[in-house]
């Protein structure tokens, strides 16, 4: 499977962006996909996740309230809408697809996720 993330940019505090993330296999709707991030110096932490139908998500603590992860199977592709942007969401945002379970849940650990996409500079400004 080949993860493709894009939407990344330079914006200031309090702007809004849109990533996503294209997967390459047409089975991604029986995937379980995350949103991670690292920002230099720091390890890579989970963002948000969706479980495959996306009936469920998960978000980090720094992050609920502002972000919201969405898929569409149709099309292949995962999102992470993320609002009201700060200076330390500045990070390389990665998405992932693990194939850890065929339950209808999110899946919130690194480790379980088998595939990456190579990441999208996200700069916000103060």
Do not use: H
Request: glycine share 10%; net charge neutral; with cysteine.
């Amino acid at each position: 499977v080949q993860l493709q993330a894009s939407g990344g940019g330079l914006v200031q505090a309090g702007d809004s962006l849109r990533l996503s993330c294209a997967a390459s296999e047409g089975t991604f709707s029986s995937f379980a996909m995350g949103w991670f991030r690292q920002a230099p110096g720091k390890e890579r932490d989970i963002v948000a996740a969706i479980s495959w139908s996306g009936g469920s998500t998960y978000y980090a603590e720094s992050v609920k309230g502002r972000f919201t992860i969405s898929r569409d199977n149709a099309k292949n592709t995962v999102y992470l809408q993320m609002n009201s942007l700060k200076p330390e969401d500045t990070a390389v945002y990665y998405c992932a697809a693990s194939t850890a379970t065929s339950l209808d849940t999110v899946v919130a650990a690194g480790s379980y996720y088998d595939f990456w996409g190579q990441g999208t500079q996200v700069t916000v400004s103060s």
